[in-house]
């Protein structure tokens, strides 16, 4: 056990020589007193105070209570043998308040980590599985409540919005949906899906389309999102713990809510690549089935991946990796399976798009 010499003293009082030495919970201070008598103060670890004992080459130390008490030295390793005395008792005290919890901190921190796992997996997994079971009706309800929110913020071309409703209604797809496309002026290329038929395009996309085929790739991919309830499948999972909570709750109208209070967000909405691939390939199906050229897809790509060399395009952002997507498009066993033959009406159509003011 080392001993260090200094000075001890009482507030107010003498200050005698003393020797310290360090046992196991507290500082022993020994010293004689003005009478010669030998005396010994303790001073356990947790009243010391805890400060900057040093001060100008000497070593500083305070203790607690009444009166107050000071030691003083100027012996090297003292301080550092005090700091590591006051860790360990700062350790103990901690292993001593909750160390008959810690069995109970372990569960908690388990059940903090499966609500967390289920929050990040689950949750979103079930709201996806709940947007397949919603009727079509209120995908529809809520699709058009979002178009409503949305609708002020457009500057809708109407002569185009007919034109193409007329191009797909041609393409005479099958779906229990009720398809609107609605052309949007603006100098972003982008189109997106809604719940329930709401397809937005807007006519900067267009502008750089040369090809019926394209348009028809276009609108094949968002009808798919549609058809497949993409949307409103990434919608739930966007919005799941709200959705989750609702349906705990028996609310699904407050699903319909969040969602629709923030419909603006849907313009950039991210699909996922399986989701994505999925559309593309459904697309090359449509395209396929009505002899229509599949390359319209390559085409279509192509120009949005020039658009991104000028600017970022919102649907390049959302829908990513398109060299990627022009590869598994071309090897699609229904990349133009049934020939091509040219469609004088989609064609006639698509030059009124293209021509309209």
């Given at each position: 056990m080392n001993n260090y010499s200094g000075t001890y003293q009482v507030q107010g009082g003498e200050a005698y020589s003393a020797t310290f030495s360090f046992l196991k919970d507290k500082l022993n201070i020994h010293f004689k007193d003005e009478h010669g008598n030998d005396r010994n103060v303790f001073w356990y670890y947790d009243e010391i105070i805890k400060e900057n004992f040093r001060q100008q080459g000497s070593v500083t130390v305070r203790y607690g209570g009444?009166?107050?008490?000071?030691?003083?030295?100027?012996?090297?390793?003292?301080?550092?043998?005090?700091?590591?005395?006051?860790?360990?008792?700062?350790?103990?005290?901690l292993l001593k308040t909750f160390g008959h919890a810690l069995p109970f901190l372990r569960i908690l921190f388990f059940i903090i980590l499966l609500l967390v796992a289920a929050y990040i997996w689950v949750v979103p997994y079930m709201a996806g599985r709940m947007a397949e079971k919603v009727p079509v009706s209120y995908e529809e309800n809520l699709g058009d409540a979002m178009f409503s929110s949305m609708k002020s913020g457009f500057i809708i071309d109407d002569k185009k919005t007919m034109y193409i409703n007329d191009f797909?209604?041609?393409?005479?797809?099958?779906?229990?949906?009720?398809?609107?496309?609605?052309?949007?002026?603006?100098?972003?290329p982008n189109a997106f899906a809604m719940p329930g038929g709401n397809i937005v395009v807007y006519d900067k996309i267009l502008a750089g389309i040369d090809d019926y085929s394209e348009l028809a790739a276009l609108l094949s991919h968002e009808f798919t999102h549609v058809q497949n309830r993409h949307t409103t499948k990434s919608?739930?999972?966007?919005?799941?713990?709200?959705?989750?909570?609702?349906?705990?709750?028996?609310?699904?109208?407050?699903?319909?809510?969040?969602?629709?209070?923030?419909?603006?967000?849907l313009k950039n909405l991210s699909y996922g690549r399986s989701l994505e691939k999925e559309a593309d390939m459904n697309g090359v199906k449509i395209l396929s089935e009505r002899k229509i050229d599949c390359n319209g897809f390559i085409g279509l790509f192509n120009m949005l991946k020039k658009q991104n060399d000028i600017e970022v395009a919102e649907w390049m952002s959302s829908h990513p990796d398109l060299q990627n997507r022009i590869d598994y498009i071309r090897k699609s066993p229904d990349f133009n399976k049934n020939g091509v033959n040219e469609d004088e009406t989609l064609k006639a159509i698509f030059l009124k798009i293209k021509t309209a003011e």
């Open positions: 009444y009166p107050a008490q000071a030691i003083e030295t100027r012996q090297p390793g003292f301080v550092e043998e005090l700091e590591r005395r006051l860790q360990k008792q700062n350790k103990n005290f797909f209604n041609e393409l005479k797809i099958n779906t229990p949906y009720k398809i609107h496309i609605t052309v949007v002026k603006d100098d972003v919608l739930f999972r966007n919005f799941s713990s709200s959705a989750f909570l609702s349906v705990i709750l028996g609310n699904a109208g407050a699903v319909s809510d969040v969602i629709i209070s923030n419909a603006n967000n």
